[in-house]
């Protein structure tokens, strides 16, 4: 699982913290996957994150070996 975290300065008490769980590549299992919907979310909130009105992490999960607290 990799995590990414994007949160330009901002501290954590003010703004809401939002982790976003997409699917990895099939190539690695690390980097962000090919999936529409998941890039829908992250281009929304990473936006958000840009403004500065949340706290984005972005955590991959590699679908052929998936965590068991993820099932």
């Given at each position: 699982?990799?995590?990414?975290?994007?949160?330009?300065?901002?501290?954590?008490?003010?703004?809401?913290?939002?982790?976003?769980?997409?699917?990895?590549?099939?190539?690695?299992?690390?980097?962000?996957?090919?999936?529409?919907?998941?890039?829908?979310?992250?281009?929304?909130?990473?936006?958000?994150?840009?403004?500065?009105?949340i706290?984005?992490k972005?955590?991959?999960?590699?679908?052929?070996?998936?965590?068991?607290?993820?099932?």
């Amino acid at each position: 699982m990799a995590e990414e975290s994007v949160s330009n300065g901002a501290s954590n008490g003010d703004v809401p913290e939002i982790e976003l769980i997409i699917k990895a590549s099939t190539i690695d299992g690390r980097r962000k996957g090919a999936c529409l919907f998941c890039q829908e979310y992250f281009m929304d909130l990473y936006l958000l994150a840009e403004l500065k009105t949340i706290s984005l992490k972005v955590t991959t999960v590699d679908m052929q070996k998936p965590p068991p607290d993820f099932r």
